[in-house]
T-cell receptor, first 109, second 113 residues
Framework: AQRVTQPEKLLSVFKGAPVELKCNYSYSGSPELFWYVQYSRQRLQLLLR??SRESIKGFTADLNKGETSFHLKKPFAQEEDSAMYYCALGANRDDKIIFGKGTRLHILP | DAGVTQSPTHLIKTRGQQVTLRCSPKSGHDTVSWYQQALGQGPQFIFQYYEEEERQRGNFPDRFSGHQFPNYSSELNVNALLLGDSALYLCASSFQTGAAVAFFGQGTRLTVV
């Protein structure tokens, strides 16, 4: 079964500290993995995708097929990073998105 | 480009009634997907429309139906509303070859009383 698991509902991190949001997935083939973010009072938006291998707003995520993980990382947290983060899986290029339950990241001053 | 727009933004319905939600995709996008997001949960896939046909469907009952028009806009219809249908309904648009890279609307908050 296709599934995305985000074990933390809430993650509080001090400003300037490193951030790691955990994501594990279950899929038998080769999925495409994404992180979507929702800032306060804004719509859900794509943050990054694993095939792009790029850094967006200082965030990176590496797909680890052996551990079936796609953790989101940032070396130094900023207050504007406070938001709801969803890990997501797309099984094929024309496929639906399967979302995790989300992790609320709270950056402490 | 206004991006993905949904209407209405909020809606209150009585149990047993029917509701229609509307979505206009981002300019150039040909695929519309609908998601239900219950409180404290991630969005759950309802169905996807492409070329005016339902291409994929999630684990939702037949009370949930939809339509896509020639201009790619879409409607989500829910019949015989239940209290449990109260949720935020999100519309997402994309290109068919890349549907997992989606642009989302602001959502319609449906409350069933």
């Amino acid at each position: 079964a296709q599934r995305v698991t985000q074990p933390e509902k809430l993650l509080s991190v001090f400003k300037g500290a490193p951030v790691e949001l955990k994501c594990n997935y279950s899929y038998s083939g080769s999925p495409e993995l994404f992180w979507y973010v929702q800032y306060s009072r804004q719509r859900l938006q794509l943050l990054l995708r694993h095939i792009s291998r790029e850094s967006i707003k200082g965030f990176t995520a590496d797909l680890n097929k052996g551990e079936t993980s796609f953790h989101l990382k940032k070396p130094f947290a900023q207050e504007e990073d406070s938001a709801m983060y969803y890990c997501a899986l797309g099984a094929n290029r024309d496929d639906k998105i399967i979302f995790g339950k989300g992790t609320r990241l709270h950056i402490l001053p | 480009d206004a991006g993905v727009t949904q209407s209405p933004t909020h809606l209150i319905k009585t149990r047993g009634q029917q509701v229609t939600l509307r979505c206009s995709p981002k300019s150039g996008h040909d695929t519309v997907s609908w998601y239900q997001q219950a409180l404290g949960q991630g969005p759950q896939f309802i169905f996807q429309y492409y070329e005016e046909e339902e291409r994929q469907r999630g684990n939702f009952p037949d009370r949930f139906s939809g339509h896509q028009f020639p201009n790619y806009s879409s409607e989500l219809n829910v019949n015989a509303l239940l209290l449990g249908d109260s949720a935020l309904y999100l519309c997402a648009s994309s290109f068919q070859t890349g549907a997992a890279v989606a642009f989302f609307g602001q959502g319609t908050r449906l409350t069933v009383v």
